[in-house]
């Protein structure tokens, strides 16, 4: 597997509350992103990075902020998380756009 | 925006039978990648097609790309229980900066 770590794996959150997510690398990829898994959703892109500092939105991007400061780093930020937030996610990257992705284990999100 | 469907969304089998997933987008694609999700796993990459037409093979695994590269699918003979997960469908549009996924489907293998 490539090597790429998530962190927390796990956290129940209160509805409100800021969240920051993690996503880091050991390949040196230039591209990252973060997808949200629902039942009946399949995946879906959040906001995605191609470089230090050069971020896009997803398909889902409303209610989420990143960031990438150095190139192994890309975070996730629930400024206020809501019910509807709770899902799986997921950190992916690839070394080039086009090319496939490489998933990393995922996040456990509960917001109650 | 670009839109990718995948069907079944479910699929029980029989160890020994085979099994077809399909998938259709609503845009042309650049490329067209497969993955496969274990239950509790993440999704990890299968096979990428690009040209028109085109047909690859890894084992029992056939995947196939649309002439026009708008729909795909995926066919495993004679599955097994290692087969077992949810097989994902992902496009690329024509900017290639963005993956799509379909829903999905998940297959089940009885022994």
């Known amino acids: 597997d490539a090597g790429i770590t998530q962190s927390p794996r796990h956290k129940v959150t209160e509805t409100g509350t800021p969240v920051t997510l993690r996503c880091h690398q050991t390949e040196n990829h230039r591209y990252m992103y973060w997808y949200r898994q629902d039942p009946g959703h399949g995946l879906r892109l959040i906001h995605y990075?191609?470089?230090?500092?050069?971020?896009d939105k997803g398909e889902v991007s409303d209610g989420y902020s990143v960031s990438r400061s150095k190139t192994e780093d890309f975070l996730l930020t629930l400024e206020s998380a809501t019910s509807s937030q709770t899902s799986v996610y997921f950190c992916a990257i690839s070394e080039y756009s086009s090319n496939e992705q490489f998933f990393g284990p995922g996040t456990r999100l509960t917001v109650l | 925006g670009q839109q990718v469907m995948q069907i079944p969304q479910y699929q029980h089998v029989q160890e020994g039978e085979d099994f077809t997933t399909y998938c259709n987008s609503s845009t042309t694609l650049s490329n067209i990648q497969w993955y496969k999700q274990r239950p509790g796993g993440h999704p990890v990459f299968l096979i990428q097609l690009v040209k028109s037409g085109e047909v690859k093979k890894q084992k029992r695994l056939t995947f196939q790309f649309g002439e026009a590269k708008k729909n795909s699918s995926l066919h495993i003979t004679a599955t097994q229980t290692t087969d077992v997960g949810t097989y994902f469908c992902a496009g690329y549009n024509n900017a290639g900066n963005m993956l799509t996924f379909g829903g999905g489907t998940r297959l089940m293998v009885k022994p």
């Open positions: 990075s191609y470089g230090v500092k050069d971020t």
